[in-house]
C-alpha cells in the first residue's frame, strides 16, 4: 500500500493509489475488455457510451472510436448500442470491475488532453422562436452533406453528427451541443471551436437561423420549447417533476461550456476532484451568464447554476464524501453512484424505463423493469452520464459548474481548469489555499453564488478577493505549461478585475441601452 500525503494540508489522500495498469489485474476479465476497447475510443468530450456504441466495424485507421472514414460517402452510426451489440462479460460484473472501469481512465501525464463541450440555443432570426426538430434536422443533414460528417440515428430520425473524434448532439430543448475531440493545447481547443461555429453559421444563416451564447433560455417558457426525439429524454422528462421542481426548466433551458480533464492516479484523480469542487462557485461567477427569465430578470446572475439545486438531490451538488472518505476514491464513487436512481435500460434499439430503481439490484439481476438480466459495461458507463455533481467522475474529470457563453469565453473555461488541474505548483497552491475551507463554506458558496456572483461574502471579504488569486494560479500554471496559452484567460481576468459579472453587464445594458428589452440579447451573444 502506498500513501501520498502533502505536508501542511488536510487535503492530505491517506488512500490507496491505484496505479491504473497494475491495481486492478486480478480481474482478467474486465481488464481485457477495457485494454481492448481503450484502443478504439475517444478518451474525452464523449457523452454517449464509448466503445461499444458505434455500429460500424473498426478498422486499424479508424479515428479513435471504431468509425472508418471516407470522404466519398458517409457512414450512418447507432445513437446507443442494444445488448447484443455491446462488450458482454461472460459472467456477471462485480463491483470491483465498475472500479476498474473508473481506474482504466488513468494515464500518464503525456497522453493528458482536453476535451470541451459546449450548448448553445438555435433560434428563428425574425421571430426569436427556439428552432423546432425540423428545422434542426435539416441543418444536420446539410452539415453533414457539407461537411462530411457521420450521422447520428435514432430509430428514422438524425439526432447528431460524429466526425474524427468530435461529435454534435441534440440536448432535451434542442440546444445543440459539440464534444470536441481530445486535444494537447489551448490552441487546438480554440481552432476547433472555431471550425465548428464556421460549419454551423455557414448551413444556418442560409436558413434564418442563428445562435445564442447564454447559460438560460431568455424569453420562452416551459410550454414553448420542443422535445427533441430521443427516447432517454421522454424517461428523464416524466421522471423529473417527481423528484424537483426545476428539473424539466435544467432540459429544456439551460446550456453551459464545461471541461473534461485527465489524471494519472487515483491520488491525482482525487486532488483535481477537490480542487474542482472547492473551486466550482468561482468559475460559476466568473462565467455567470443566465440573468434572464421570459423577458425579464430573474433574480439570479447564473439561473442555469440555480436550477440545479432544485433538479434532483439525489444525483447533483457538491459531493461532501469527497473530502472525507476513508476509501479509495474510485471504489467510494462507485457505491455513490449505485445508490443514485436510474433512469433507463436500452435494449433491442429501444429505451426501458427503469425511472427510480436501483443500479445495484441491476448488479444482481433484479432490476423490476429487466428482471433476470445483468448490467453490461456499456449499461454502466449510460447510468454514469445520467448523475449531475458539480464536478463528475467518468474515466476522466468533467467540470460542470459554467453557464453556456459567446465565443469570446468558450476558450476561457478550459483556460482557467487547464492552467489550475494540469500543473502541479497551481494544484498544489489551490489545495493549500482551500484546505481550512469547511464544508458549511464551500457550500454556503454554491448556494449563494448563483444570485451574488464575485461580491459573496467569504470571510474577512469577498469571493472576488478569492478569485483574483485563483485566476493568477491559473495564468501562471498555463505561463509553465509553455504554449503560449495565457491570452485564452483575458476574459476572466477582466471580470476578476472589475468585480463584474458577465450577467451583470447584461442587466446594466437591460436598464439602461436596451429599455427594459431582453430581445437585443439575441444580437449582444449571438455566435
Same mark, same amino acid.
Given at each position: 500500500?502506498?500513501?501520498?500525503?502533502?505536508?501542511?494540508?488536510?487535503?492530505?489522500?491517506?488512500?490507496?493509489?491505484?496505479?491504473?495498469?497494475?491495481?486492478?489485474?486480478?480481474?482478467?476479465?474486465?481488464?481485457?475488455?477495457?485494454?481492448?476497447?481503450?484502443?478504439?475510443?475517444?478518451?474525452?468530450?464523449?457523452?454517449?457510451?464509448?466503445?461499444?456504441?458505434?455500429?460500424?466495424?473498426?478498422?486499424?485507421?479508424?479515428?479513435?472510436?471504431?468509425?472508418?472514414?471516407?470522404?466519398?460517402?458517409?457512414?450512418?452510426?447507432?445513437?446507443?448500442?442494444?445488448?447484443?451489440?455491446?462488450?458482454?462479460?461472460?459472467?456477471?460484473?462485480?463491483?470491483?470491475?465498475?472500479?476498474?472501469?473508473?481506474?482504466?481512465?488513468?494515464?500518464?501525464?503525456?497522453?493528458?488532453?482536453?476535451?470541451?463541450?459546449?450548448?448553445?440555443?438555435?433560434?428563428?432570426?425574425?421571430?426569436?422562436?427556439?428552432?423546432?426538430?425540423?428545422?434542426?434536422?435539416?441543418?444536420?443533414?446539410?452539415?453533414?452533406?457539407?461537411?462530411?460528417?457521420?450521422?447520428?440515428?435514432?430509430?428514422?430520425?438524425?439526432?447528431?453528427?460524429?466526425?474524427?473524434?468530435?461529435?454534435?448532439?441534440?440536448?432535451?430543448?434542442?440546444?445543440?451541443?459539440?464534444?470536441?475531440?481530445?486535444?494537447?493545447?489551448?490552441?487546438?481547443?480554440?481552432?476547433?471551436?472555431?471550425?465548428?461555429?464556421?460549419?454551423?453559421?455557414?448551413?444556418?444563416?442560409?436558413?434564418?437561423?442563428?445562435?445564442?451564447?447564454?447559460?438560460?433560455?431568455?424569453?420562452?417558457?416551459?410550454?414553448?420549447?420542443?422535445?427533441?426525439?430521443?427516447?432517454?429524454?421522454?424517461?428523464?422528462?416524466?421522471?423529473?417533476?417527481?423528484?424537483?421542481?426545476?428539473?424539466?426548466?435544467?432540459?429544456?433551458?439551460?446550456?453551459?461550456?464545461?471541461?473534461?480533464?485527465?489524471?494519472?492516479?487515483?491520488?491525482?484523480?482525487?486532488?483535481?476532484?477537490?480542487?474542482?469542487?472547492?473551486?466550482?462557485?468561482?468559475?460559476?461567477?466568473?462565467?455567470?451568464?443566465?440573468?434572464?427569465?421570459?423577458?425579464?430578470?430573474?433574480?439570479?446572475?447564473?439561473?442555469?447554476?440555480?436550477?440545479?439545486?432544485?433538479?434532483?438531490?439525489?444525483?447533483?451538488?457538491?459531493?461532501?464524501?469527497?473530502?472525507?472518505?476513508?476509501?479509495?476514491?474510485?471504489?467510494?464513487?462507485?457505491?455513490?453512484?449505485?445508490?443514485?436512481?436510474?433512469?433507463?435500460?436500452?435494449?433491442?434499439?429501444?429505451?426501458?424505463?427503469?425511472?427510480?430503481?436501483?443500479?445495484?439490484?441491476?448488479?444482481?439481476?433484479?432490476?423490476?423493469?429487466?428482471?433476470?438480466?445483468?448490467?453490461?459495461?456499456?449499461?454502466?458507463?449510460?447510468?454514469?452520464?445520467?448523475?449531475?455533481?458539480?464536478?463528475?467522475?467518468?474515466?476522466?474529470?468533467?467540470?460542470?459548474?459554467?453557464?453556456?457563453? @459567446?465565443?469570446?469565453? #468558450?476558450? =476561457? %473555461?478550459?483556460?482557467?481548469?487547464? $492552467?489550475?488541474?494540469? !500543473?502541479? &505548483?497551481?494544484?498544489?497552491?489551490?489545495?493549500?489555499?482551500?484546505?481550512?475551507?469547511?464544508?458549511?463554506?464551500?457550500?454556503?458558496?454554491?448556494?449563494?453564488?448563483?444570485?451574488?456572483?464575485?461580491?459573496?461574502?467569504?470571510?474577512?471579504?469577498?469571493?472576488?478577493?478569492?478569485?483574483?488569486?485563483?485566476?493568477?494560479?491559473?495564468?501562471?500554471?498555463?505561463?509553465?505549461?509553455?504554449?503560449?496559452?495565457?491570452?485564452?484567460?483575458?476574459?476572466?481576468?477582466?471580470?476578476?478585475?472589475?468585480?463584474?459579472? @458577465?450577467?451583470?453587464? #447584461?442587466? =446594466? %445594458?437591460?436598464?439602461?441601452?436596451? $429599455?427594459?428589452?431582453? !430581445?437585443? &440579447?439575441?444580437?449582444?451573444?449571438?455566435?
Amino acid at each position: 500500500m502506498t500513501l501520498m500525503s502533502h505536508p501542511g494540508s488536510s487535503h492530505s489522500i491517506h488512500s490507496e493509489v491505484i496505479q491504473c495498469k497494475t491495481r486492478w489485474n486480478g480481474v482478467n476479465r474486465f481488464s481485457k475488455t477495457v485494454d481492448s476497447a481503450r484502443r478504439n475510443e475517444t478518451s474525452l468530450g464523449m457523452r454517449s457510451p464509448l466503445w461499444s456504441s458505434l455500429k460500424v466495424k473498426p478498422s486499424s485507421s479508424s479515428f479513435g472510436i471504431g468509425v472508418r472514414w471516407r470522404q466519398e460517402r458517409q457512414v450512418t452510426v447507432a445513437a446507443s448500442p442494444p445488448t447484443e451489440d455491446a462488450v458482454i462479460s461472460t459472467e456477471p460484473l462485480t463491483k470491483e470491475d465498475l472500479v476498474a472501469y473508473l481506474a482504466s481512465g488513468c494515464k500518464p501525464k503525456e497522453n493528458w488532453r482536453i476535451g470541451t463541450e459546449h450548448e448553445k440555443f438555435g433560434f428563428e432570426i425574425g421571430s426569436l422562436n427556439p428552432m423546432r426538430y425540423e428545422q434542426i434536422a435539416e441543418l444536420l443533414n446539410v452539415i453533414s452533406e457539407r461537411f462530411h460528417w457521420d450521422k447520428i440515428m435514432e430509430g428514422e430520425n438524425i439526432i447528431g453528427l460524429k466526425q474524427d473524434k468530435q461529435s454534435i448532439s441534440l440536448e432535451p430543448g434542442g440546444q445543440f451541443e459539440l464534444s470536441g475531440a481530445p486535444l494537447e493545447t489551448l490552441h487546438q481547443t480554440c481552432a476547433e471551436v472555431n471550425s465548428h461555429l464556421y460549419q454551423v453559421k455557414a448551413v444556418a444563416e442560409e436558413m434564418g437561423i442563428g445562435f445564442l451564447g447564454i447559460g438560460f433560455q431568455p424569453t420562452r417558457g416551459r410550454e414553448d420549447i420542443p422535445i427533441m426525439p430521443k427516447g432517454r429524454y421522454v424517461i428523464m422528462k416524466n421522471y423529473m417533476p417527481k423528484v424537483g421542481s426545476l428539473g424539466l426548466d435544467m432540459m429544456f433551458r439551460t446550456c453551459t461550456v464545461q471541461v473534461n480533464l485527465d489524471f494519472d492516479s487515483e491520488a491525482d484523480m482525487i486532488r483535481k476532484f477537490r480542487t474542482g469542487l472547492a473551486l466550482q462557485p468561482i468559475a460559476t461567477a466568473l462565467f455567470a451568464n443566465s440573468p434572464f427569465t421570459e423577458r425579464k430578470p430573474n433574480g439570479y446572475l447564473s439561473m442555469r447554476s440555480q436550477i440545479w439545486t432544485d433538479t434532483d438531490n439525489n444525483r447533483a451538488g457538491m459531493l461532501p464524501f469527497v473530502f472525507t472518505t476513508p476509501l479509495g476514491m474510485f471504489e467510494q464513487y462507485v457505491e455513490y453512484a449505485l445508490d443514485v436512481p436510474m433512469y433507463f435500460v436500452y435494449r433491442q434499439k429501444k429505451y426501458i424505463d427503469c425511472a427510480g430503481m436501483s443500479f445495484r439490484d441491476f448488479l444482481a439481476g433484479k432490476l423490476p423493469c429487466l428482471p433476470g438480466e445483468y448490467p453490461t459495461l456499456n449499461d454502466w458507463e449510460n447510468h454514469l452520464t445520467t448523475i449531475f455533481p458539480e464536478v463528475r467522475l467518468k474515466r476522466y474529470l468533467e467540470m460542470r459548474g459554467a453557464d453556456g457563453g @459567446p465565443w469570446r469565453r #468558450l476558450c =476561457a %473555461l478550459p483556460a482557467f481548469w487547464v $492552467g489550475l488541474l494540469y !500543473d502541479e &505548483v497551481s494544484l498544489q497552491n489551490v489545495l493549500d489555499m482551500t484546505a481550512d475551507w469547511t464544508p458549511e463554506e464551500r457550500q454556503m458558496l454554491r448556494n449563494k453564488v448563483p444570485k451574488s456572483g464575485l461580491k459573496t461574502p467569504f470571510r474577512d471579504g469577498l469571493l472576488k478577493h478569492v478569485a483574483q488569486e485563483v485566476v493568477k494560479f491559473a495564468k501562471d500554471g498555463l505561463e509553465r505549461r509553455g504554449y503560449k496559452e495565457t491570452g485564452f484567460l483575458n476574459e476572466v481576468t477582466e471580470v476578476v478585475n472589475t468585480g463584474i459579472t @458577465p450577467a451583470e453587464k #447584461l442587466l =446594466a %445594458l437591460y436598464h439602461e441601452k436596451w $429599455g427594459q428589452s431582453v !430581445d437585443p &440579447v439575441f444580437d449582444e451573444l449571438l455566435y
